[in-house]
């Protein structure tokens, strides 16, 4: 079996056990998305979706969020992991937002990879569930584990994984795949020792086969 065709077998049964699959970080717009996305690196979804209804009842916009001091913002998301240098970020992007973008968060690769503190993977993250625009594929630390456990990637490198997943995976896919893909990992599949017994890919799983 090639690695497209296994692709589409596990797409195929992903959709029946994940039907409406979706980033686990709460949101209402793109901009939301990516500050969200910003304060969730190297912390948990759980912890940034406590802190973020009260920072955007306060700086809803932009504007809003550009305009306010760190130390304003600080206060909303103390229980963010490294949370003041997030606050310079997310002011930063705010403000770059604001000056080069009129206000509107960019909805291109290009144009959101040069925000501060947003990378290729941040920048996925908005464009697929902000925008619905499928330009790559979402890469995070589950998608690494599971696409090499399933066979698809040799590669540990998010850029190097994304580029053998957006050759092997259907682009109209390349939203709905990771976002299925990070709920297994995160929900059955994970890291931590586990049964793999009912797995809907069991068969599909090199570490089933040996």
Not at 65 to 91: C, G
Not at 148 to 162: A, F, M, Q, W, Y
Not at 192 to 204: G, I, N, S
């Amino acid at each position: 079996m090639s690695k497209t065709e296994k692709v589409r077998k596990i797409i195929e049964r992903l959709k029946k056990v994940y039907p409406d699959a979706k980033i686990a970080l709460d949101y209402e717009n793109p901009f939301q998305l990516l500050i969200a996305t910003i304060l969730a690196a190297q912390s948990t979804d759980v912890g940034v979706n406590q802190a973020t209804p009260e920072l955007f009842k306060h700086y809803p916009t932009p504007e809003k969020m550009s305009k306010a001091t760190r130390e304003e913002l600080d206060q909303y998301i103390p229980k963010v992991n490294f949370h003041w240098n997030k606050t310079k970020l997310i002011k930063d992007a705010s403000q770059m937002i604001v000056d080069k973008f009129g206000g509107n968060v960019p909805d291109n690769m290009k144009d959101l990879d040069s925000l501060p503190g947003v990378a290729r993977k941040t920048a996925n993250v908005v464009l697929s569930c902000g925008f619905g625009k499928p330009e790559g594929i979402i890469i995070d630390t589950h998608m690494i584990r599971m696409s090499n456990r399933l066979g698809l990637t040799d590669s540990k490198d998010p850029v190097k994984i994304e580029k053998d997943l957006m050759e092997i995976v259907p682009k109209e896919h390349w939203i709905d795949f990771p976002l299925m893909l990070i709920l297994h990992g995160r929900h059955f599949c994970t890291a931590r020792p586990h049964t793999c017994k009912d797995c809907p890919l069991e068969d599909l799983c090199p570490d089933m086969q040996q």
